[in-house]
């Protein structure tokens, strides 16, 4: 089993080919929040992101990732389309962009320009019945989590017609699976809690790719021996966590990069949802050459109050209260018995 948000993401030449390089970009969505004082329309899900941006994509053979949980197909899709609007576009890389939907004939894509030059080209997955085609990438469940596999044969319609020099990149969206603790987060909550109408909960995001010795066997070894392809260099691994505003960083592993509130109106387009109000972004990143593992440890304190927890505080001081009585008047009684007899003696002899 993988440790607490322990990933992985690689790609490999093809036999006989060198040359490409790859940036991996990480996103982890905390949208499904709980403890709101009153039940909301907010997302019921967290969802994590992973985008690729490879350098001469037409030498490598695939394109393959890890993520620590059980995942359908279903809860698998593409983010290309959404890179269809320039204000997504710019806001993903940081960069003053335009956009152009292309296809068919030829694939489904967006080719981004900067100062009218090629930046990249965003594939776009075909699907049926919401799902991404079986024949273009392939998920499987491995090691207590999911592999997914970006096959030969998507990245030669990725390729189709590419213009020389121009990266490709794809990104995907993988939700977190329903009523179960995330993989990245670790909660720890007061033993007190039931006792008050609101306390102070502590989440560990911990975020790990690439790091060997917390990977399952199985995944370790295709990364270190993909036979008869060698591995493609990451020159950057990039990490964006999108938190409540209301939560305090009180600590972190490695110095942020930037961090700033999200644009609210823009986002939720994206997320296709409504987001919880006002959110943070901060992003940490790697981009040493080649980058062989990344890791990063993010601690916030988060205010929990809500309805049911007043409720349930509200419960439990009224059951209190009543056992508390109970028990005064049987003490009451245990102790004031004595006194009485003693009164009715002394009533008797007069």
């Known amino acids: 089993m993988a440790a607490l948000g322990s990933m992985a993401a690689w790609c490999t030449h093809r036999t006989g080919q060198d040359g490409a390089s790859a940036e991996i970009h990480f996103n982890y969505w905390r949208v499904a929040q709980r403890g ?3 039940r909301s329309a907010t997302p019921s899900r967290d ?22 949980f059980e995942l ?37 894509r967006v ?40 096959t030969r044969q998507a990245i030669d319609e990725i390729c189709h017609q590419l213009p ?13 699976p329903e009523k179960q603790p995330s993989p990245f987060v670790e909660v720890t909550s007061p033993h007190d ?11 560990c995001v911990d975020f790990r790719l690439n790091e060997a010795r917390t990977l399952p066997h199985r995944i370790e070894s295709l990364m270190r021996t993909p036979v008869p392809e060698h ?23 490695i110095a942020t990069h930037k961090n700033r509130v999200l644009e609210r109106q823009i986002w939720e387009k994206y997320i296709g949802d409504k987001l919880p109000i006002s959110m943070m972004v901060y992003h ?18 988060i205010r929990r109050s809500s309805l049911k927890i007043v409720l349930t505080y509200l419960l439990l001081a009224f059951v209190f209260g009543v056992f508390g009585n109970l028990a005064a008047s049987r003490i009451d009684s245990w102790l004031g018995s004595p006194i009485n007899n003693v009164v009715s003696d002394k009533e008797n002899r007069k």
């Open 111 to 150: 080719e981004l320009l900067k100062d009218g030059e090629p930046f990249c080209r965003v594939y776009l997955f075909p699907t049926q019945d919401n799902r991404i085609d079986a024949s273009q990438i392939s998920l499987k469940p491995q090691g207590g989590g999911a592999l997914i596999t970006v």
């Open 231 to 253: 591995p493609v260099p990451l020159t950057r691994i990039a990490f964006l966590t999108a938190i409540p505003v209301a939560a305090e960083l009180t600590g972190t592993s």
């Open 47 to 68: 969802f994590a992101e992973v985008g690729a941006l490879v350098a001469n994509p037409q030498k490598i053979e695939s394109i393959r990732i890890f993520l620590p």
């Open 72 to 108: 359908s197909d279903r809860d698998l899709l593409d983010c290309g389309p959404h890179f269809k609007s320039v204000e997504i576009a710019q806001g993903i890389f940081n960069e003053a962009l335009t956009c152009n939907s292309a296809g068919p004939p030829g694939p489904a």
């Open 193 to 203: 809690r039931f006792f008050q109408s609101g306390f102070d909960e502590i989440e």
């Open 164 to 176: 020389e020099r121009c990266p490709a990149y794809i990104r995907l969206r993988a939700f977190l």
């Open 284 to 301: 940490w990143r790697n981009h040493t050459n080649p980058v062989g593992d990344f890791s990063a440890f993010v601690k916030l304190r």
């Open 36 to 38: 709101g004082f009153f």
